[in-house]
């Protein structure tokens, strides 16, 4: 009971220090936010000085340009008596150049007959060379041909005796048909014979058959006579088996002659295909030969019209050479009137030449004046566009002084708002550490209070401890008194004890409930400033996001700046090639118009430059303010988170900070696009 009166006021105190603690922060925030604008003071009165620094440098500039102005007429005029004396020098040179032209073609229209004749003679020279390559050939052919007939002849002997060879031999196997055929008849007489023989041997052996059978028909009739006729019957088998054996000896005799005679037969017809095959192929040799034998008298007739016409191509040889040596002559002369001609030629180059290093040196004193005034019309342009330049920039920053001035009354009103809230907020604490040190003298009378009720609580039961003991004493000493007398001793002690219990009970208890409320009022306090610090957080969370989301953007716009500044250094590479290549085909203008064109040109990449340079001046300008605008964010969310936690004013103020924040970060990027897109329109 006594830990529980004492935890309300422990909470307390400790809430109140977290309270100073978060002041603390929000003056060492308040102090870090007045650095940084002295810091931003120091920079403005800087930037001043380099705007009057910037203005001085203006003034000198202009003076510079005049003295590069009254240069460029006095250049001018040199200009304009160079050009008179050129265009003399031009006139004499073109009227060199015109004698020179006609000697030119003089000697091209002599060195192009010379080069027909030429023509003519190497085309000559390459037909007798063809002609003669022609007769060499000939000539190769014909021995060839002839070669080829001698060896044909050869052959066809060779052919003939293979034909008498073959003719003997076909012949011969011709006669050995006949002696084989008359072989063969003999053959067929003998086995016609042994047919004949055969067939004798076999009635005979059927009659024995027959005879034997009727003996033994009648031996089965006459048993008596068995003895004698078996032996006779014995003999006529002996006789049967000789007869047997001979005829199956003869039969396979026949057989096996039977199977030459076949054989010889099949031989005989082999032979006779091969001799017709022979035959054919003799006949078909022989009509080749005669083919052959015509196609040689053919080539002996062409080898003669051959050499015929090799001895007409030597004639005209022979002509064709005199005719050569003929243009040869005449070519020799008209070369040595060529070699005069280009020896007037080359006398009129050396005046020529003699000429142009003339106009040459004048020429290169017109480029040295002309390079002069081009440098003095550069250094013209230069110094425009530098001071158009520093306008430009000072325009800038005039307008950063003016916005930073602006931005500056805003914090200084921010800082003024933010020390009276301070000086509320100091008042407030001072009351609520009054009200501590009242609660903290309420709670030291309160634990007073309560060691007395403990001391009366502990004096109370040490009474009743010894009224115990007392009655113990005498219920154990007098067991037989009255009922009447107990009762009266138990009234005693009802009284004696029942005020001294009941004072200290009723006010812990009261004093218990107070401080269960005062606990539940703070902690829905509590609660509710959980609630609104995780709501700012979710605040800071967007806010967070919706510069992340500006951030990229910058990102992109830094990008499509990159973009734009790689496409006009392209822009300026072709602006010079187009310069280039106007320089090589332009001839008949003169150089000061090229070296004005070119300053023009390097003034127009100039101004793309200067803008390219404001472009980025402006995004970085942007990306700083961002940067700022993102740290005085987070400084002023952690001061107002700290500073939530004491009361429900501070947090609405961070909220309007919040919001004041993310429309000057929007209105800035706005700007900073607006500004980019006019840049880039006037690039374009």
């Given amino acids: 009971m006594g830990k529980d009166s004492h935890l309300p006021p422990d909470d307390q105190v400790g809430f109140n220090l977290g309270i100073l603690e978060n002041l603390q922060a929000a003056l060492f925030a308040l102090n870090k936010k007045e650095e940084q604008l002295q810091d931003a003071e120091k920079e403005v009165l800087l930037e001043q000085i380099e705007l009057n620094r910037a203005k001085d440098e203006l003034v000198h500039r202009e003076e510079a340009i005049a003295a590069a102005c009254s240069k460029h007429e006095k250049l001018k005029e040199e200009l304009k008596l160079a050009n008179l004396k050129l265009a003399s020098q031009s006139m004499q040179i073109e009227d060199l150049k015109l004698q020179i032209k006609e000697r030119v073609d003089e000697i091209s229209a002599a060195q192009s007959a010379l080069a027909l004749k030429e023509d003519e003679m190497n085309k000559m020279k390459n037909e007798l060379m063809m002609k003669s390559d022609e007769a060499v050939a000939t000539e190769f052919e014909l021995k060839s041909k002839a070669h080829l007939l001698d060896e044909t002849n050869e052959i066809v002997r060779k052919q003939e005796v293979e034909l008498q060879q073959l003719r003997e031999a076909i012949q011969e196997k011709e006669e050995e048909l006949e002696i084989s055929v008359t072989l063969r008849e003999l053959e067929e007489e003998k086995l016609r014979v042994a047919e004949a023989s055969l067939e004798k041997k076999a009635m005979e052996w059927l009659l024995t058959q027959t005879e034997l059978k009727k003996l033994a028909e009648e031996a089965s009739k006459r048993n008596g006579e068995a003895t004698e006729t078996l032996e006779d019957f014995r003999r006529v088998k002996k006789l049967l088996a000789d007869v047997r054996s001979e005829l199956v000896s003869s039969q396979k005799a026949l057989a096996s002659s039977r199977q030459k005679m076949e054989y010889q037969e099949q031989l005989l017809q082999a032979q006779l ?323 004005i064109e070119k300053l023009q040109l390097e003034a127009a990449q100039l101004e793309v430059e200067a803008a390219t340079s404001a472009l980025h001046k402006l995004a970085e300008m942007s990306q700083e303010l961002l940067h700022k605008a993102s740290l005085s964010v987070e400084a002023d969310f952690d001061t107002d988170v700290q500073l939530s936690v004491v009361n429900d004013e501070c947090f609405s103020e961070f909220k309007t900070e919040v919001a004041r924040l993310s429309d000057l970060s929007e209105r800035l990027v706005k700007e900073a696009g607006i500004i980019g897109d006019v840049n880039l329109v006037e690039v374009i």
């Avoid at 005199?322 to 009137?337: G, N, V």
């Avoid at 800082?415 to 003298?441: C, H």
């Avoid at 009720?453 to 009655?471: G, M, N, Y």
């Fill in 273 to 595: 295909i091969e001799l017709e095959e022979q035959k054919i192929s003799i006949t078909s040799y022989m009509k080749s030969l005669k083919d052959a034998q015509i196609d040689i008298e053919s080539e002996r007739v062409k080898l003669r019209v051959a050499e015929a016409r090799n001895k007409e191509l030597e004639r005209d040889l022979s002509m064709e050479k005199e005719l050569i040596e003929q243009l040869q002559e005449e070519l020799d002369k008209e070369r040595s009137s060529l070699k005069q001609a280009i020896q007037e030629k080359s006398f009129l180059q050396e005046e020529l030449d003699r000429e142009s290093t003339k106009f040459g040196e004048t020429q290169n004193l017109l480029q040295v004046k002309e390079s002069e005034l081009v440098e003095a019309r550069l250094e013209i342009q230069r110094l425009k566009s530098e001071r158009a330049s520093l306008e430009l920039v000072l325009e800038e920053k005039d307008s950063e002084l003016f916005n930073v001035r602006k931005s500056l009354e805003e914090v200084n009103e921010e800082i003024i708002e933010f020390r009276t809230l301070v000086n509320s907020r100091e008042d407030q604490l001072l009351q609520a550490t009054n009200m501590l040190k009242q609660k903290e003298e309420h709670v030291e009378t309160m634990r007073h209070e309560l060691n007395d009720t403990k001391l009366k609580f502990s004096v109370a039961e040490t009474v009743v401890e010894r009224i115990v003991e007392l009655t113990n004493k005498l219920v154990i000493s007098v067991n037989d008194e009255d009922y009447e007398g107990l009762n009266e001793y138990d009234e005693m002690e009802n009284k004696l004890s029942s005020p001294l219990l009941k004072k200290p009970t009723d006010n812990f208890k009261w004093q218990k409930k107070q401080l269960e409320s005062e606990l539940e009022l703070t902690r829905v306090s509590l609660r509710m400033k959980e609630m609104e610090v995780v709501a700012a957080q979710r605040a800071l969370t967007i806010k967070d996001e919706e510069l992340k989301m500006v951030l990229e953007r910058l990102e992109a716009r830094e990008s499509e700046l990159k973009k734009m500044k790689e496409e006009m250094i392209q822009d300026a590479n072709d602006l010079r090639q187009l310069y280039t290549l106007a320089q090589e085909r332009i001839g008949e203008r003169s150089i000061g118009e090229l070296g």
